[in-house]
């Protein structure tokens, strides 16, 4: 297993476009978590998905923001009529269930809306 | 909305010198945890301490934990350039579903 990978590392979108992350978890690991990372501050939790369930979601995903992960396995997000103010870095992690385990994070996909 | 903390936002030092990096956080954890992250790149998880430990080591890596004072520090000794890195607390809330939430981060620089 080569970690957790995201696909595109790059997207540069104009404003009002849709988008869509692809995240390729661990494949033991049953939690994958999306967080959305700005310049010069830490990750911000998105969403979590336990095998296939979305278990929470965080206030900043707004009614544009929409994720899944069918069959438990891949996830996806899709942003839908991108503004300016999405550009960052998104990134996705995954975990196993039980236990005190770390994270594996993916390298992110950065997102520019122009 | 960030829990955590870290102290100072920036921290510049020549290599074999120690870096301490400190967290504080606001509500009961489960555990937190220390990242790294070079620039531009995704998270690496380096250390994770229980809510019930006071002390963990890994290698060049020194982290404590006082619940009391809700607070953290982490510890590089013997620093080294390729240490310039930003680096994040993490902390898993209790009660929650093992969510992490991050701080702002410390932004280290390494000098050789």
């Known amino acids: 297993d080569t970690g957790v990978s995201q696909d595109p590392r790059h997207k540069i979108t104009k404003r009002g476009q849709n988008v869509t992350f692809r995240c390729d978890p661990i494949?033991?690991?049953?939690?994958l978590y999306w967080y959305r990372q700005t310049l010069g501050q830490g990750p911000e939790f998105l969403t979590y998905?336990?095998?296939?369930?979305?278990?929470?979601k965080s206030r900043l995903l707004s009614d544009r923001f929409s994720a899944e992960r069918p069959k438990g396995s891949f996830s996806t997000l899709e942003i839908q009529r991108t503004e300016q103010g999405d550009s960052a870095m998104y990134l996705c992690?995954?975990?196993?269930?039980?236990?005190?385990?770390?994270?594996?994070f993916g390298s992110g996909t950065r997102l520019t809306v122009v | 909305s960030q829990q955590g903390e870290e102290d100072p936002q920036a921290l510049s030092i020549q290599e074999g010198e120690n870096a301490t990096m400190n967290c504080s956080y606001k509500?009961?954890?489960?555990?937190l945890q220390w990242y790294r992250q070079n620039s531009g790149r995704g998270l690496v998880h380096l250390i994770l301490?229980?809510?019930?430990?006071r002390e963990k080591h890994s290698g060049r890596l020194r982290v404590t934990l006082d619940t009391s004072k809700k607070s953290s520090s982490l510890l590089i000794t013997a620093s080294r350039a390729a240490d310039t890195a930003s680096y994040f607390c993490?902390?898993?809330?209790?009660?929650?579903?093992?969510?992490?939430?991050f701080g702002a981060g410390t932004r280290l620089a390494v000098h050789p």
């Open positions: 992690a995954s975990s196993p269930t039980r236990g005190d385990y770390g994270y594996t």
């Open positions: 494949s033991e690991h049953n939690r």
């Open positions: 998905f336990q095998n296939e369930a979305q278990l929470e």
């Open positions: 509500t009961s954890i489960n555990n």
């Open positions: 301490i229980r809510s019930n430990e």
């Open positions: 993490a902390t898993d809330v209790s009660g929650g579903y093992n969510k992490l939430i």
